[in-house]
């Protein structure tokens, strides 16, 4: 063995021993930093509140439970956003609060928080999304409150929201979108959304809209660069042992002159690369199988009859993928 090679390994191996210690080092002085600017924010915030500025004091209790999500500062933000009115956002964060405490074994802190709970709930201002029948049948039907989609089981149920503006939108497909805003009170209000008989229009989702459809695409994608990088490191493979061949005329056993040195050492290194990116294509094109197996079937194209498959072999230069639909 060259001492280039002794060298390239001895560094790999320090890079090995000290890489894992930068890197935990590293991350506990983020840790350390998160903190302490945690700690910093939560103590802002209690000088804010004694002076009665809940509006500025909150935002900088959000920042100190984004930083470092401890009880007591989960719970004085869900005081602070009660006193500013947005109770709906209280009752989520004294909620969190009983179950932490929960899972901790503090039965006081979370008696203490569900109390709360209890409290603001008749308080809380909620919406309520009514769908018919008809709407509810219609296919690829989205119902989408502010920018999220509505899980059916919440549909027609009231749901806790905070006060304010919000946008209803519906859609399906072969109907023309429908759109309302509300504007929903503060304290034990209930205000109700009726969604009306969809008009006919153009198809406003495509067949890419159907569920698995970009799971299925994703799928055959990352299987594709899979069996691209096999035929790679099946191609560096060949060539590193061809390499290790033609050093056999440089050496006799494992004793090599210069040059076979050189051509034996350039054949390691191909077979290591080899080595690797075969482990990655391999994975890669089983990750990529999973995909697409496990995606959602289409049901519009189940009920037409159509359906497709994709097909991977060997060819005469590697591996092919073919797909019909």
Known sequence: MTRARQAARLS????????????????????????????????????????????????????????????????????????????????????????????????????????????????????????????????????????????????????????????????????????????VGREGTTTIVEIPLLGGGPDTTSSDDAPGNGQVIAGVVVASVGAIALGIGGGLAIAAKSSYDDSEDHCLANSCDPEGLDIRDSAIGQADIATVILAVGGATLVGGGILWLTAPEDESASESGKSGAWTVGLAPMGLSLRGWW
């Not at 401890?70 to 719970?75: G, L, N, P, R, S």
């Not at 059916?152 to 304010?164: K, Q, S």
């Open 12 to 183: 790999c191996q320090w890079l090995a021993a000290t890489l894992p210690v930068l890197f935990f080092s590293s991350a506990t002085l983020a840790q350390d930093l998160e903190a302490k600017n945690a700690e910093a924010a939560f103590k802002e915030a209690m000088a804010l509140m004694k002076q009665g500025d809940y509006e500025r004091a909150c935002p900088r209790l959000e920042d100190s439970v984004r930083l470092d999500p401890a009880m007591a500062a989960t719970y004085r933000w869900a005081e602070c956003l009660e006193r500013i009115g947005q109770l709906t956002k209280a009752w989520r964060q004294f909620t969190a609060v009983a179950q932490l405490a929960h899972v901790a074994g503090m039965t006081e802190r979370e008696q203490r928080a569900l109390e709360r709970v209890a409290t603001l709930e008749p308080r809380l201002p909620r919406l309520v999304i009514t769908v018919p029948d008809d709407v509810a049948a219609l296919p690829n039907l989205r119902i989408v409150h502010n920018g999220k989609v509505v899980p059916p089981e919440e549909w027609t149920e009231p749901i806790a929201v905070d006060h304010g503006s919000h946008e209803v939108t519906v859609i399906a497909r072969g109907k023309e979108p429908w759109s309302t805003e509300v504007v």
